[in-house]
């Protein structure tokens, strides 16, 4: 899973997005161990349970991957992107542009060495270009990091 939250209004500060955040986490856990069936319907439905009651002031951008054998489930809300690296091959599997707090899904086969990454638009912003100089990844990763990034040139 990634989460993060934004305010939309810049002088609403009654809210600790920190706190929030923190929140909406154990909420969507505490709905999503209880599930007696692990599926894309009542995934989605613990999702939105646990989302629902954010201020209309509060962005939410939440991307979440659940593997289930070789069934992949992917859940965005928000501003985000969940990309595949298979093999040589770079896709993007679910994207959306807007924090408009709806949800979106998806899902597929995996395979064996499938490397799935999630990003909101701020772990894009922010983080992702950081974490290729910060020399504390490993060689792949940096490579996918570095072809996430020229992909993200391409495409925003």
């Excluded at 542009?97 to 899904?105: G, R």
């Excluded at 395979?111 to 270009?129: E, P, R, V």
Aim: aromatic letters at 8%; glycine letters at 8%.
């Amino acid at each position: 899973a990634c989460l993060s939250l934004t305010r939309r209004e810049p002088g609403d500060d009654t809210t600790s997005l920190h706190a929030l955040g923190k929140n909406i986490l154990n909420h969507f856990e505490s709905e999503f161990f209880t599930l007696e069936e692990k599926n894309g319907e009542t995934i989605r439905d613990a999702l939105q349970k646990s989302t629902e009651t954010i201020s209309q002031t509060i962005s939410i951008n939440f991307c979440l991957a659940y593997f289930q054998e070789n069934i992949l489930s992917l859940f965005l809300i928000g501003d985000g992107r969940i990309i595949l690296k298979r093999g040589d091959k770079l896709g993007i599997l679910l994207e959306q542009k807007e924090s408009n707090n709806k949800l979106h899904t998806a899902s597929g086969y995996v395979q064996n060495g499938d490397i799935i990454l999630l990003s909101t638009h701020q772990f894009t912003k922010h983080l992702l270009g950081a974490l290729v100089y910060a020399d504390i990844i490993p060689e792949g990763l940096r490579h996918l990091i570095n072809t996430v990034e020229a992909f993200k040139d391409r495409h925003r």
